[in-house]
């Protein structure tokens, strides 16, 4: 099985920043895609940022020039940078990876998701 881990959440004024993680682990062939979406109350879960093997990256119109996302293929791991953070980016925070495992089977994973609350 594929298990994906998130860290980095907390508190931070609005303007700070903060730089989100996130472990995959498991008997992973290859990951193809990785994603940051994030969940606020009441609230569906929106797309913040995507990024392909080929580092192809997509944003949400809300975090576009302001977060950045990123991966470190040797060790399956990939990065949210979030600056200049806005009460609005306020949500849990919610890492998704697709590939494939050692028997070539796919596998789409998700993290447990972390908390990133934003201070006026």
């Known amino acids: 099985q594929v298990h994906l881990v998130e860290s980095g959440g907390g508190l931070v004024q609005a303007g700070g920043s903060l730089r989100l993680s996130c472990a995959a682990s498991?008997?992973?062939?290859?990951?193809?895609?990785m994603g940051w979406y994030r969940q606020a109350p009441g609230k569906q879960r929106e797309l913040v940022a995507a990024i392909t093997s080929g580092d192809t990256q997509n944003y949400g119109d809300s975090v576009k020039g302001r977060f950045t996302i990123s991966r470190d293929n040797a060790n399956n791991t990939g990065y949210l940078q979030m600056n200049s953070l806005k009460p609005e980016d306020t949500a849990v925070y919610y890492c998704?990876?697709?590939?494939?495992?050692?028997?070539?089977?796919?596998?789409?994973?998700w993290g447990q998701g972390t908390l990133v609350t934003v201070s006026s």
């Open positions: 998704n990876a697709r590939g494939t495992v050692i028997t070539y089977r796919p596998f789409d994973a």
């Open positions: 498991g008997n992973i062939r290859r990951i193809n895609d």
